[in-house]
């Protein structure tokens, strides 16, 4: 009940206070203040959605991501910068301390600019490759623009991009209209490593590759930095903590001009792109607008007939049952919802000691489930081992805050009057009637033995005679 | 032209310096070799082609030295063990199964080898893996067996062997009957039986014999108590130099000791002992008064000298002990 | 002093009433002395605080004060006694003069030293689960498990426990409790030992006093036992280990023994069968008693001693007592089942096979029949050790428990169990330690071995064997000291009695009578006593030669005395957990990292903290800083120390896997290269690695950390798997910042480390004690953004990051 209560209250806050689950204060870095003209229609997006905006530019002395070892801000874009440099205030590691810190992160690069080294260091440890020499263009001599780029073809048209996997939820392009485009125009293109952190949202289509513009066209065959699939244009990491970096290969995806451009491919009709909605999907993703579950509370209890049900015991008994349940709701843009695992996905409960003893589904509870929680719970028998162990949540998916939950509970073994008395046994009456047939042979010969008379005695007397 | 081939195996086959054999070549040629004498002995040639690469066998080979003016020790008592490791398993694995081959190379037949692998100790057995098949290893470089702790049995050879040959069969070591040893065994049996039963009447009285048991329970007293087993399990020396040539009798230290040492203590407890046994029970015997009061000084004198003299000795073990007796200080 | 007032001191020692009575006194006045001379300890640690060797005891001046003064008390009582007693009689002479002076030299001024080898810290378990028996009652105390132990695997305390102690204390506890005297369980398992000191002291009388007619044996023999250094060592205050209890039990379990088999009673069989009951409950050396009773009935079974008394009292001894130790869970059905409780089965029913056969022979007086009967019975005793054997090897019957074994095969446990092999009480004994422990004993106790033969009569028979065997077992493992000193202090103080009643007979013979007898005397005592007794006590004539042996003697005892009180002020009385050293200019130091550490543990870690150390710590750790351990001093489980092993001594790469799935939050190592303190891990570190490769064995190999000549080093020529061990970096890492460059120095092992010391990425320093005898890393947690730690700690110390294609030549490319 009180559990209830406090996550009631702490809706109420959540809706009061920001938009975003983790804070309201967003920093953007442009190249200098004019440029944000350019991306008046996302800022004002983002700002209408909440977020309150501070403009800065990366050589600006009052610019700094920490304030008395406190985060300063809670988001932050960068804008690709024509300098080499960011400057000391946004070094690769200060960026990897905001996220250490549960900042998060909405990066965008752009072919025209080369990315400063700290980025690439940055991008580095994320395990997210660039182009060698940090300037790379995307082309694909299929899916173009033929209205704004008919000879470069370096302004791709991709369809909303459908879900990564078929047990993931798609929340970047989910009731898109079939026909809108996304337009992705002078891009860099990224390689992601093969860790489970990382998770591209756009990727390239097959036919495109990624060139060095500087360099003449038919060298591109010798040293491909990446082409097709493999070639990342909108990336995403999700660090341990939840905190979230976006890597955006093209920043005019988010300009106006893209906004309401119409694009239309070779040989299709013009259509307008897809390009807002799915920079307000990215960028809300980014700033844990969507896709951020909590977990309300956790619950579990012995399930006995008789038995008290007091709630998280810390101890049990060897072949109890017991009962889990786990609450779990999902923030999506302005409320929390029950959180409704995907249809293909399964949320299973592990009870673990060094390796799991169990792995369950954790099925949905409509009883103790209202619209803004979900009860996921699942009831089993303990096995036979005693020990210390953990009832262990470990729901990790791409898109999705990270979620490892560990309770502990000692499991004891059978006390001494927790088994069955000898005589329910029916394999020990045998025994049982042998002590008692023991017992009453002792007795009868002791009566035997001390009611009989000696007879040494008379013969004696006999003899005396 | 298909007997070509054939012929060409066949003169491989006869062991003379062959050319690149495949390796299935090589493995049955060797577990012929090996049927008809086990284990295979080796010399250099034929050294290196059983261990050429790719091979899809695997090779235990013991690389020792036999002969006696190498002195190694260690090499002629592990040989027997590892002629009965190899009988068994050639004789369990006729057909080849575990694709084993086990070979010996002597120092005297392959000195090159020795040097090339620069093998100062010996024996030293390697275990090449097989570089192809299904038992395929990482590294072609063979695993080392190193006889750290004295000659190891067959058994922990086999068993060391197991580990390394996964998922293969392993003939178990099968020791002959030692028939020598069980004639002997029953005839000693018998012939002591029979001893026993001819001598009881004159051995009865010794068995009975008081003075016998104490004479040996006191005695085996004194050897527990002066850090016999000590001796037993620490294979301590029996006496060692000190550094200037001469010879200590006394370890230093208060954990340590020398065979000699204990025999001294021994000693010097019985003297102690037999002094204390003589005062309660010889001394009130003796019917002249003279003759006892001599002994009593005597007896006495001995237990006093030889108590400050222990004393002195356990100061040495264990500096700072603040007793002691006269003469001894 | 002129002779009349002689005649009157001794005639008050005459009367047979005013005797016992002071007998009763001086062996309270013994009792008392043992007790005290055991709380030395407490009453110097006191100003140190540390408590006597094990468990601190808080400093009050009141009871400092209380306990100085019984001291006091007892050691001017004790003066007194002897001054009156020099006179008085030979036995009251020989009785008081030792522990009145055990008092006074007591008293004198001490010194401690370093004792590195023994750190005892299972009574900070016993002193856990008492106080848990006492908080929750017996029953939850008999069910309890205990989940801050053997993390993750938990420990079935109550069930793998002996309850005695715990019990004994708690009993005691709640008894002052109804006797409406507050009194804190703490001071209970302080004290606790002391008392039974006192008891056994009372013990020793009662078992001697069985041996021998003379009055003052029994005496000699409570004081010995009193002042015994090898039984102190068990038995100072604060020692709150089974032993503390087990000596008395045992000595006293042997007292009931002899007395059922002399008088043949049941009564005391079953007295017997009830103490053995409590000793089973009490402590695993049990077993010494069940070889050692079977043995003596089997010994005097061969010298055709069977009699109706032996049968009585051994059968009865073991019905009650097999049925009495199976009550305990954690013995169970071993009794039935394993292999070092099977002589005492054999026995029993072999004794119930003589029995028939004596009755029969009894009925039918044939020769032959006779003949047969006996090689039936022999044929049988055969058959069942045949039998045996067999069941053993089909598996039936347990064979010996490793821990037994290894005391018959002494190589075993080196090669088969070096868990067992590596605790230090388990080496073997070398002489000076015998001597240290009984020092003037150890050359009367062949003397009194010997005395018994002189009238080999039952007890005496059990005497000897119990000397064997005990000096046997002593020489092979230095703990079972503690069962060899009992047997010592009889057999001593029978020599040394009749030595003294020998020598101070204040009548003297007269020269003339006896030559004239002596040969008549020496026909009938002849063939079966002793060669040395077949001639005639005569007696001792003058009073020089009495005078030289009694002097002599007194010189001995003093002695003897002053030895014990040196033993015990030096080596038992100095707590294990606060070592105290001197300075140069004299003036002590002490040493205080241990509890400093704990102290740290305690305060600045979450309550549910997993340490993981090397078991010897587990129990201090539990005990002193309150956090879930790995491992601890109760090695019940190989593996799992195996695992612990194995985690010390791999990669950090190999061992970081295994702390996870351990859970463990913190590392702790004991490091003594910068104080030379000797005890510490990286010497243990072999054993570390031996117990490791018992279950890794191509994983971990002790080879490994050799040097190609075979040396163990630390130092540059050190082995890259020393190098690379966790041991080896968590002993050494920061070492040598403490020196200038290349001046880092191992004083332990004498040796120079390296110029660059090793460097950690998968834990890091927590806290280093002020002497870095203790040092405790934290565990890292996985990197948030899943690199490895060591390219993680490569970007924070500043390296950037090579780029990724020359990393690893072709890129793998994503699937999903």
């Given at each position: 009940m009180r559990s209830l209560v406090s996550f009631v209250l702490l809706l109420l806050v959540a809706v009061v206070s920001a938009i975003s689950t983790t804070g309201n204060r967003l920093l953007v870095v442009l190249d200098d203040v004019a440029e944000k003209e350019g991306y008046s229609k996302f800022l004002g997006d983002l700002e209408s959605r909440g977020l309150t905006l501070s403009i800065e530019t990366p050589k600006s002395e009052s610019l700094s991501l920490f304030h008395l070892g406190e985060r300063a801000y809670d988001h932050v874009i960068l804008f690709p910068t024509k300098a080499k440099g960011l400057g000391p205030s946004l070094t690769a590691n200060i960026l990897l301390q905001f996220l250490g810190a549960n900042g998060n992160i909405l990066l965008t690069l752009s072919s025209g600019s080369a990315t400063p080294s700290a980025l690439v260091s940055l991008l580095a440890e994320l395990d997210i490759q660039l182009p060698a020499d940090r300037t790379g263009l995307v082309v694909d001599h299929f899916n173009y623009d033929s209205a704004s780029a008919p000879d470069t073809h370096d302004v791709l048209l991709l369809p909303p991009p459908g879900p990564l996997r078929s047990d993931i939820k798609d929340i970047f392009s989910a009731g898109a209209p079939a026909d809108q485009l996304i337009a992705f125009p002078h891009g860099v293109g990224a390689a992601l490593g093969a860790g489970e952190l990382l998770s591209p949202i756009l990727r390239a289509p097959r036919t495109a590759y990624s060139y060095n513009p500087k360099e003449q066209s038919e060298a591109v065959v010798d040293d491909l930095f990446a082409a097709g699939e493999q070639l990342s244009l909108v990336s995403t990491f999700q660090a341990r903590n939840s905190a979230r970096f976006t890597l955006v290969g093209a920043a005019e995806l988010f300009q106006d001009k893209w906004f309401d451009a119409e694009v239309k491919k070779t040989g299709g009709k013009a259509v307008k792109t897809f390009n807002q909605e799915f920079a307000k999907r990215v960028s809300g993703w980014t700033f844990q607008e969507i896709g951020v579950l909590r977990v309300n509370w956790i619950e579990h209890h012995l399930n006995e007939v008789g038995a008290s049900n007091e709630s998280n015991p810390k101890i049990y008994r060897i072949k109890n049952d017991v009962t889990y349940t786990i609450s779990l709701s999902e923030?999506?843009?302005?409320?929390?919802?029950?959180?409704?695992?995907?249809?293909?996905?399964?949320?299973?409960?592990?009870?673990?000691?060094?390796?799991?003893?169990?792995?369950?589904?954790?099925?949905?509870?409509?009883?103790?489930?209202?619209?803004?929680?979900?009860?996921?719970?699942?009831?089993?028998?303990?096995?036979?081992?005693?020990?210390?162990?953990?009832?262990?949540?470990?729901?990790?998916?791409?898109?999705?805050?990270?979620?490892?939950?560990?309770?502990?509970?000692?499991?004891?073994?059978?006390?001494?009057?927790?088994?069955?008395?000898?005589?329910?046994?029916?394999?020990?009456?045998?025994?049982?009637?042998?002590?008692?047939?023991?017992?009453?042979?002792?007795?009868?010969?002791?009566?035997?033995?001390?009611?009989?008379?000696?007879?040494?005695?008379?013969?004696?007397?006999?003899?005396t005679q | 032209m298909r007997w070509l081939p054939a012929f060409v195996s066949a003169l491989c086959a006869t062991g003379t310096l062959a050319a690149k054999k495949s390796t299935e070549q090589r493995f049955n040629e060797f577990h012929t070799k090996s049927l008809a004498s086990t284990p295979v002995k080796l010399l250099d040639a034929n050294y290196r082609e059983l261990t050429s690469t790719p091979r899809d066998y695997t090779a235990a080979i013991l690389l020792t030295a036999l002969d006696a003016r190498f002195g190694c020790q260690l090499c002629r008592e592990f040989q027997p063990e590892w002629d009965l490791l190899s009988k068994s398993w050639i004789k369990g694995d006729k057909a080849g199964e575990s694709r084993l081959v086990l070979a010996t190379l002597d120092f005297s037949d392959g000195r090159e080898i020795f040097m090339s692998l620069g093998l100062q100790t010996a024996p030293v057995l390697f275990l090449f893996p097989p570089t192809t098949g299904p038992h395929a290893a990482a590294s072609p470089e063979p695993i080392r067996y190193d006889f750290v702790n004295g000659p190891q049995s067959a058994e922990q050879i086999h068993a060391w062997l197991s580990r390394h040959l996964p998922d293969r069969p392993h003939p178990p070591v099968k020791r002959p009957i030692n028939w020598i040893k069980w004639i002997?065994?029953?005839?000693?049996?018998?012939?002591?039986?029979?001893?026993?039963?001819?001598?009881?009447?004159?051995?009865?009285?010794?068995?009975?014999?008081?003075?016998?048991?104490?004479?040996?329970?006191?005695?085996?007293?004194?050897?527990?108590?002066?850090?016999?087993?000590?001796?037993?399990?620490?294979?301590?020396?029996?006496?060692?130099?000190?550094?200037?040539?001469?010879?200590?009798?006394?370890?230093?230290?208060?954990?340590?000791?020398?065979?000699?040492?204990?025999?001294?203590?021994?000693?010097?407890?019985?003297?102690?002992?037999?002094?204390?046994i003589a005062l309660t029970i010889k001394v009130p015997r003796i019917a002249d008064p003279k003759a006892q009061s001599v002994a009593v000084l005597a007896w006495g004198g001995a237990l006093f000298l030889m108590y400050s003299f222990l004393l002195s000795i356990f100061r040495v073990k264990n500096a700072g002990y603040p007793f002691a007796l006269p003469p001894f200080m | 002093?002129?002779?009349?007032?002689?005649?009157?001191?001794?005639?008050?020692?005459?009367?047979?009433?005013?005797?016992?009575?002071?007998?009763?006194?001086?062996?309270?006045?013994?009792?008392?002395?043992?007790?005290?001379?055991?709380?030395?300890?407490?009453?110097?640690?006191?100003?140190?605080?540390?408590?006597?060797?094990?468990?601190?005891?808080?400093?009050?001046?009141?009871?400092?004060?209380?306990?100085?003064?019984?001291?006091?008390?007892?050691?001017?009582?004790?003066?007194?006694?002897?001054?009156?007693?020099?006179?008085?009689?030979?036995?009251?002479?020989?009785?008081?003069?030792?522990?009145?002076?055990?008092?006074?030299?007591?008293?004198?001024?001490?010194?401690?030293?370093?004792?590195?080898?023994?750190?005892l810290v299972d009574p900070w378990f016993n002193f856990r689960a008492t106080k848990y028996l006492v908080a929750n009652g017996f029953y939850k105390f008999w069910d309890w498990f205990d989940d801050r132990t053997w993390h993750p695997l938990g420990r079935v305390t109550g069930g793998t426990l002996y309850p005695g102690l715990m019990v004994t204390s708690g009993a005691i506890y709640h008894a002052l409790r109804a006797l409406t005297i507050p009194v804190d369980i703490r001071n209970i398992c302080v004290l606790l030992a002391p008392a039974f000191s006192g008891l056994t002291a009372f013990a020793a009388y009662l078992l001697t006093n069985e041996m021998t007619p003379s009055p003052s044996a029994g005496l000699l023999a409570a004081i010995f036992m009193g002042i015994a250094p090898g039984y102190i060592s068990r038995s100072v205050a604060g020692s709150y280990d089974n032993e503390a209890i087990a000596i008395f039990l045992l000595v006293f379990t042997f007292f009931l023994w002899i007395r059922a088999l002399k008088q043949g009673s049941m009564l005391w069989g079953v007295l017997c069968a009830l103490f053995y009951g409590y000793m089973v409950a009490s402590w695993g050396g049990y077993a010494f008693i069940t070889c050692l009773l079977p043995l003596h009935a089997f010994v005097l079974i061969c010298m055709g001693r069977y009699s109706t008394r032996l049968y009585v009292a051994y059968t009865t001894w073991y019905a009650l007592g097999t049925l009495a130790s199976m009550q305990i869970p954690f013995v169970g059905f071993l009794p039935v089942k394993t292999s070092e409780h099977m002589p005492a089965l054999g026995i029993f029913g072999f004794l119930q096979l003589l029995a028939f056969l004596d009755y029969v022979r009894s009925a039918i007086p044939s020769r032959q029949f006779q003949t047969f009967l006996w090689l039936f019975a022999g044929g049988t005793f055969g058959l069942g050790l045949a039998a045996l054997v067999v069941a053993t090897s089909a598996g039936f019957i347990a064979p010996w428990s490793g821990r037994f074994y290894s005391l018959w095969d002494t190589g075993y446990a080196k090669i088969h169990i070096p868990i067992i092999a590596s605790v230090s009480e388990h080496q073997p004994t070398a002489w000076p330690a015998f001597f240290f422990d009984l020092n003037m004993l150890i050359w009367l106790f062949p003397a009194g071995v010997y005395l018994c033969f002189q009238n080999l009569a039952d007890e005496h028979v059990f005497i000897v064997v119990y000397a064997l065997f005990g000096s046997y077992f002593a020489g092979v493992m230095v703990r079972l000291m503690l069962t060899l000193t009992p047997v010592v202090c009889v057999a001593a103080a029978i020599s040394a009695s009749s030595l003294l009643?020998?020598?101070?007979?204040?009548?003297?013979?007269?020269?003339?009578?006896?030559?004239?007898?002596?040969?008549?005397?020496?026909?009938?005592?002849?063939?079966?006593?002793?060669?040395?007794?077949?001639?005639?006590?005569?007696?001792?004539?003058?009073?020089?030669?009495?005078?030289?042996?009694?002097?002599?003697?007194?010189?001995?005892?003093?002695?003897?005395?002053?030895?014990?009180?040196?033993?015990?002020?030096?080596?038992?009385?100095?707590?294990?957990?606060?070592?105290?050293?001197?300075?140069?200019?004299?003036?002590?130091?002490?040493?205080?990292?241990?509890?400093?550490?704990?102290?740290?543990?305690?305060?600045?870690?979450?309550?549910?903290?997993?340490?993981?150390?090397?078991?010897?710590?587990?129990?201090?750790?539990?005990?002193?800083?309150?956090?879930?351990?790995?491992?601890?001093?109760?090695?019940w489980n190989n593996t799992h120390i195996a695992t612990v092993g194995k985690a010390m001594s791999s990669r950090e790469e190999v061992s970081y896997p295994i702390m996870r799935q351990h859970e463990v939050d913190y590392v702790l190592v004991v490091f003594g290269g910068l104080l030379g303190y000797s005890g510490d891990d990286i010497n243990k570190f072999l054993w570390m690695v031996r117990i490791a490769e018992g279950i890794w064995p191509d994983e971990?190999?002790?080879?490994?950390?050799?040097?190609?000549?075979?040396?163990?080093?630390?130092?540059?020529?050190?082995?890259?798997?020393?190098?690379?061990?966790?041991?080896?970096?968590?002993s050494y890492y920061n070492y040598n910042s403490l020196f200038p460059p290349g001046q880092a120095q191992d004083r332990v092992r004498q040796s120079r480390l390296p110029e660059v010391g090793p460097s950690l990425s998968t834990i890091e320093e927590a806290f280093t004690s002020e002497n870095w005898i203790i040092r405790i890393y934290k565990v890292k947690d996985l990197d948030n953004f899943g690199r490895d730690h060591a390219s993680a700690a490569a970007f924070d110390r500043g390296l950037k990051k090579k780029k990724a294609a020359k990393k690893r030549g072709p890129r793998q490319l994503r699937v999903d």
């Open positions: 923030w999506s843009w302005t409320a929390w919802n029950a959180f409704s695992v995907p249809k293909n996905d399964a949320l299973q409960l592990e009870f673990s000691m060094l390796s799991p003893f169990h792995r369950l589904p954790l099925r949905l509870n409509a009883k103790q489930s209202t619209a803004e929680q979900a009860a996921y719970t699942s009831s089993f028998k303990l096995p036979d081992q005693h020990g210390i162990f953990n009832f262990k949540v470990n729901y990790k998916r791409p898109f999705l805050t990270n979620i490892e939950e560990k309770n502990t509970v000692s499991v004891r073994h059978m006390a001494h009057d927790e088994w069955p008395r000898s005589f329910v046994i029916s394999g020990a009456w045998p025994w049982i009637a042998g002590i008692g047939a023991t017992v009453t042979g002792w007795l009868a010969f002791c009566a035997l033995w001390m009611y009989s008379a000696p007879v040494g005695g008379k013969k004696e007397s006999k003899k | 002997f065994t029953t005839v000693m049996l018998s012939g002591t039986v029979t001893a026993a039963v001819v001598a009881w009447p004159y051995v009865l009285p010794i068995i009975q014999n008081r003075n016998v048991w104490a004479a040996i329970s006191l005695i085996s007293i004194l050897l527990f108590t002066s850090g016999h087993m000590f001796n037993r399990i620490r294979g301590v020396p029996y006496v060692s130099g000190d550094g200037r040539g001469g010879i200590s009798y006394f370890a230093s230290g208060f954990q340590n000791q020398y065979g000699m040492e204990t025999q001294i203590v021994a000693a010097m407890y019985g003297v102690l002992s037999f002094a204390a | 002093m002129s002779a009349d007032t002689l005649q009157v001191l001794a005639s008050a020692g005459k009367g047979e009433s005013t005797r016992t009575i002071l007998r009763f006194i001086i062996l309270s006045l013994i009792a008392g002395a043992a007790i005290a001379s055991r709380l030395f300890s407490v009453i110097r640690k006191c100003p140190l605080s540390a408590g006597s060797q094990l468990l601190s005891w808080q400093s009050r001046p009141s009871r400092r004060g209380q306990l100085s003064g019984l001291l006091r008390l007892s050691a001017f009582w004790a003066a007194l006694l002897t001054a009156a007693s020099f006179q008085v009689s030979r036995a009251l002479f020989t009785n008081v003069g030792s522990p009145s002076l055990s008092q006074s030299c007591a008293r004198a001024e001490r010194q401690s030293r370093m004792v590195a080898d023994n750190p009643d020998t020598y101070l007979n204040v009548k003297s013979p007269n020269a003339e009578e006896h030559p004239a007898d002596d040969n008549t005397d020496g026909k009938k005592s002849g063939k079966t006593g002793l060669k040395s007794t077949s001639k005639p006590v005569v007696g001792i004539y003058g009073w020089l030669s009495k005078g030289t042996v009694a002097g002599a003697m007194t010189v001995y005892l003093l002695l003897f005395v002053m030895h014990c009180t040196w033993v015990t002020s030096n080596a038992y009385s100095s707590p294990s957990v606060v070592l105290a050293s001197r300075m140069p200019d004299g003036s002590q130091h002490i040493i205080d990292d241990y509890r400093e550490a704990y102290q740290w543990l305690r305060q600045n870690t979450k309550e549910d903290a997993k340490i993981m150390s090397w078991w010897d710590y587990g129990y201090q750790i539990g005990g002193m800083a309150d956090r879930p351990t790995l491992v601890d001093n109760n090695t971990v190999k002790e080879r490994e950390f050799f040097t190609p000549r075979g040396e163990y080093r630390v130092d540059g020529e050190a082995t890259e798997t020393m190098k690379n061990s966790l041991m080896y970096k968590m």
